[in-house]
Structures are given as C-alpha cells and as structure tokens.
C-alpha cells in the first residue's frame, strides 16, 4: 500500500506565498512521477504540476507556471508546491498524486494513489 501525506496550505492574503507537501510512504520501491491537482468548488480536478523521477523533467501549467514551482527532495520522497503571489482564484482543494512509472501525465486518470487533500484559501 502507497501513502501520500499532505501538509501546507490554509488561508492566505491575496499576494501571499505557500508552499504544500507531499510525503510518500509505504510499498515504494522506486521513486515515480508526483503531480498536484486543485479542485474549487462546484468544478472539476485540474492539473497543475508534475516532477518526473529524475526532478529534471518538472512542469507546469501556462496558468501557474509564472508563480507556481514543483520540487522534490534528493530522496525523492516528498515533493513541494511553492506557490507565490496567490490570486483569489487559486482558493481550491489541493491534491498530491502519485503516478504508476518515471513519468506522469497532465490528466487525474494518469496517477494511481492520492493525497488527502488540503484546502488552500486566498482572501482578498
């Protein structure tokens, strides 16, 4: 069995910095793709970043890619969201996903085990 564990998030002020986490735990013999995905309320899950195996092949979506950076550490066990300059529409439920190889997609049915979620507020 495969855990992500989330951590970060919570209210913000518009123009405000957060940075999320992401811990894998478990049956993890190799280190695989991470991607987060928001979702606001009434809305469906949309993608945001993606870090491949090696961390070199990080990604981001044209509409956060500006303030929005994915890491992850030497082990390759957590990855981050750094997020900078929050907008009032960046409010959403946050997800951390874990791919099944090296590589993941930009699309919810390319990842196999998820994270709890946590709720990330912008207020204006």
């Known amino acids: 069995q495969v855990e992500l564990i989330q951590s970060g998030g919570g209210l913000v002020q518009v123009g405000g910095s957060l940075r999320l986490s992401c811990a894998t735990s478990?049956?993890?013999?190799?280190?695989?793709?991470v991607g987060w995905f928001r979702q606001a309320p009434g809305k469906g899950r949309d993608f945001i970043a993606r870090?491949?195996?090696?961390?070199?092949?990080?990604y981001a979506s044209p509409s956060v890619q500006d303030r929005f950076t994915i890491s992850r550490d030497n082990a390759g066990n957590t990855v981050y969201l750094q997020m900078k300059n929050l907008k009032p529409e960046d409010t959403a439920i946050y997800y951390c996903?874990?791919?099944?190889?090296?590589?993941?997609?930009?699309?919810?049915?390319?990842?196999?085990?998820w994270g709890q979620g946590t709720q990330v507020t912008v207020s204006s």
């Open positions: 996903a874990r791919a099944s190889g090296a590589f993941g997609g930009i699309v919810a049915n390319d990842y196999e085990y």
């Open positions: 478990g049956r993890t013999y190799t280190v695989n793709a």
């Open positions: 870090i491949g195996r090696s961390g070199g092949t990080a």
